[in-house]
DNA sequence: ACGGGACTTCGCAAATTTGCTAAGCTATAA
DNA sequence: TTATAGCTTAGCAAATTTGCGAAGTCCCGT
């Protein structure tokens, strides 16, 4: 999986980003929602109790797609793999544009 | 927008796929997942009170894009660019992967 | 020490997406 | 009618992602 650019991105983040630099906000937030992406694929597939093999066979690809799609720094994620990945473990990709800065909002993450 | 295959999508789902052909499911969900994705995008476009072409420029790209991206058949979609159109909305994108069938759990769609 | 399983990384070719320009289409305003 | 705005569609090159095999690491069980 691969993880440790989180807390990174995060020092990095408040650091030098926030203050002065809001055109490189993309950036960042692609960062992040790569590696929750990852994150996610990753969870979902061992709280199935599968192999990387295992789940490839489903999807249709092989082992190292798969570790690839599980590394948070990878950032080729596209709604097809996505799909796919969802579709064999029985769910549905579900996404949304959350407002950040001005607005609180709770976040629903379960 | 070109909106028009959601509802034949449903009754197709309906009639032929559920019954008996689960590998299906995939496209099918992939099909609604693009769909979802092109409308919130016209959604978020039109309630920001942009053109494509106002957006386009924000992104970083050229108006057909915009409206490609909000076509309800393209299936390119990637999370780079849905990214970089949140980014420029200031907004964040948000995946999720949600169960069907076995799991009633209320949608939150606003 | 010797497998074998699980996962990562590398390197390409093949497939897909993006960027852009040009050309349509429709509706509205002058 | 002519012009313009807003959007869609077509077509292609360039860039990016996917598919997949090979090789490497790490860890456990024998």
Redesign the pocket.
């Known amino acids: 999986?691969?993880k440790k650019t989180t807390s990174d991105a995060l020092k990095i983040m408040d650091q030098r980003y926030f203050d002065g630099k809001p055109e490189r906000q993309a950036e960042l937030e692609q960062a992040f929602a790569e590696d929750a992406v990852a994150r996610k694929i990753y969870t979902l597939r061992?709280k199935a109790g599968l192999?990387?093999?295992q789940l490839a066979k489903m999807v249709?690809?092989?082992?190292?797609?798969?570790?690839?799609?599980?590394?948070a720094d990878?950032?080729?994620?596209?709604m097809?793999?996505l799909t796919?990945i969802a579709a064999a473990l029985d769910k549905r990709v579900e996404i949304r544009f959350v407002p950040i800065r001005h607005t609180p909002q709770p976040v629903h993450e379960h």
């Open positions: 999986m691969k061992t192999t990387q093999k249709g690809t092989t082992d190292s797609v798969i570790s690839r799609l599980e590394d990878y950032e080729g994620h596209s097809a793999m796919r």
